[in-house]
């Protein structure tokens, strides 16, 4: 093992980033934004200070520090690029292996401008993180990036402008591989990650986790409890709702095996909170809400809306519809919104009891980041009332 592999080691393992199975170690490994973030910071060190580097180290948004090697070096006299592979570890991922690039130049002002180049896709729908025409570099890897270069401005004693161009040549050929086109990102694929660590994707690990989560709540006492699938919707709970995250367990896509476990470890009740892309599709009986396994969301916006009352061009347009938020944005100019939401809610609501049964409790709230609050279903005050009373 090589020093660079036991300091990723030893501050993994501190941070409580290794996972486990069938005692194995799964590799964890980091993200896009990760790698553009440590390109920028080694090209802008090596162009403000004139030293030359092969290694570089960042520290992540989930506080792992990672030291990753240089590569691909080109030094002009105003502009350095240079290049860090990406690793998913056991992570399946297309983007695995792939170098990508970060160019820092010199510019007037004192400003940092940051854009996307070659492979990088460009937004053209509403409903991302980024406006149409930006380069689709999410919001927590734009950060990572400009801080990296900010601390070598201060560090170098700068206060120049500095240009930052992030490029995947193979970008645009992995982009096809990906849901990319149909969630409206042309020309190449986008830089993510929210902590800059890739954890391993593997499917019984995820839910051994979740079950793990929710049996320790019960185990404290705690028998009713929130369910997010991700980021988006803990982020919507505590920071725009108010409500107490530690009551949550991440269910990811796995919303069925995750009632599964509510059930089995005997929870009175639980309530959903995510966003309308991942919650439309349990209307149509969904409960694993991966793209791979189903993309029924159009499908379900559509049906909703016929049963309503909407135009056959309506019910059309909603199927071409390439986002939930285009669909959202549709059915609300129609004035149709509020009675599709409801529409899909009841269905929805019908599954949840169908896989819950009698025993469990349970409720659903539907947001979307334009909107906030689409709907919920029945139940979901006594829900509510239940877990607040609750004190971690």
């Given at each position: 093992?090589?020093?660079?592999?036991?300091?990723?080691?030893?501050?993994?393992?501190?941070?409580?980033?290794?996972?486990?199975?069938?005692?194995?170690?799964?590799?964890?490994?980091?993200?896009?934004?990760?790698?553009?973030?440590?390109?920028?910071?080694?090209?802008?060190?090596?162009?403000?200070?004139?030293?030359?580097?092969?290694?570089?180290?960042?520290?992540?948004?989930?506080?792992?520090?990672?030291?990753?090697?240089?590569?691909?070096?080109?030094?002009?006299?105003?502009?350095?690029?240079?290049?860090?592979?990406?690793?998913?570890?056991?992570?399946?991922?297309?983007?695995?292996?792939?170098?990508?690039?970060?160019?820092?130049?010199?510019?007037?002002?004192?400003?940092?401008?940051?854009?996307?180049?070659?492979?990088?896709?460009?937004?053209?729908?509403?409903?991302?993180?980024?406006?149409?025409?930006?380069?689709?570099?999410?919001?927590?890897?734009r950060r990572m990036i400009l801080q990296a270069v900010d601390s070598q401005r201060e560090e170098s004693g700068s206060t120049g402008g500095l240009e930052i161009v992030v490029s995947i040549p193979k970008?645009?050929?992995?982009?096809?591989?990906?849901?990319?086109?149909?969630?409206?990102?042309?020309?190449?694929?986008?830089?993510?990650?929210?902590?800059?660590?890739?954890?391993?994707?593997?499917?019984?690990?995820?839910?051994?986790?979740?079950?793990?989560?929710?049996?320790?709540?019960?185990?404290?006492?705690?028998?009713?409890?929130?369910?997010?699938?991700?980021?988006?919707?803990?982020?919507?709970?505590?920071?725009?709702?108010?409500?107490?995250?530690?009551?949550?367990?991440?269910?990811?896509?796995?919303?069925?095996?995750?009632?599964?476990?509510?059930?089995?470890?005997?929870?009175?009740?639980?309530?959903?909170?995510?966003?309308?892309?991942?919650?439309?599709?349990?209307?149509?009986?969904?409960?694993?809400?991966?793209?791979?396994?189903?993309?029924?969301?159009?499908?379900?916006?559509?049906a909703h809306a016929a049963l309503h009352g909407a135009s056959q061009e309506i019910t059309g347009r909603l199927m071409g519809s390439l986002t939930t938020t285009e669909a959202v944005d549709l059915l609300?100019?129609?004035?149709?919104?509020?009675?599709?939401?409801?529409?899909?809610?009841?269905?929805?609501?019908?599954?949840?009891?169908?896989?819950?049964?009698?025993?469990?409790?349970?409720?659903?709230?539907?947001?979307?980041?334009?909107?906030?609050?689409?709907?919920?279903?029945?139940?979901?005050?006594?829900?509510?009332?239940?877990?607040?009373?609750?004190?971690?």
């Open positions: 093992m090589t020093e660079k592999d036991l300091n990723r080691y030893q501050s993994e393992e501190k941070q409580g980033a290794l996972i486990w199975k069938n005692q194995k170690q799964l590799r964890s490994g980091y993200t896009t934004g990760s790698c553009a973030a440590a390109a920028a910071k080694a090209a802008a060190h090596m162009l403000l200070t004139g030293e030359t580097i092969w290694q570089v180290s960042l520290l992540t948004p989930k506080g792992v520090l990672l030291y990753l090697d240089v590569e691909d070096i080109q030094i002009g006299q105003d502009a350095v690029s240079c290049a860090v592979r990406k690793d998913s570890g056991d992570d399946p991922d297309v983007t695995d292996g792939i170098l990508i690039y970060t160019k820092v130049s010199r510019c007037p002002g004192t400003e940092l401008h940051l854009d996307g180049g070659e492979g990088v896709g460009r937004v053209t729908k509403k409903g991302l993180e980024q406006k149409i025409g930006d380069a689709a570099i999410n919001k927590v890897p970008g645009k050929e992995l982009a096809r591989k990906t849901f990319n086109p149909r969630l409206g990102i042309e020309g190449g694929i986008s830089v993510l990650g929210t902590s800059g660590i890739v954890e391993p994707m593997s499917e019984q690990a995820l839910t051994a986790t979740i079950h793990l989560e929710m049996k320790m709540l019960k185990e404290n006492g705690y028998d009713w409890c929130y369910v997010v699938p991700g980021n988006y919707g803990s982020d919507f709970l505590t920071q725009t709702l108010k409500f107490n995250g530690e009551l949550s367990v991440k269910c990811s896509n796995y919303i069925g095996d995750t009632i599964d476990y509510a059930v089995s470890l005997g929870m009175k009740g639980i309530l959903l909170i995510g966003h309308i892309g991942k919650l439309v599709k349990l209307a149509a009986g969904v409960m694993n809400t991966h793209s791979r396994q189903a993309d029924c969301r159009m499908e379900v916006f559509a609300k100019q129609e004035g149709m919104l509020d009675v599709v939401m409801r529409s899909i809610l009841e269905k929805a609501e019908y599954h949840l009891k169908h896989r819950a049964g009698e025993k469990l409790k349970i409720g659903a709230v539907v947001f979307s980041m334009e909107e906030g609050i689409l709907g919920s279903t029945s139940g979901t005050r006594e829900l509510l009332e239940q877990i607040q009373r609750l004190k971690p």
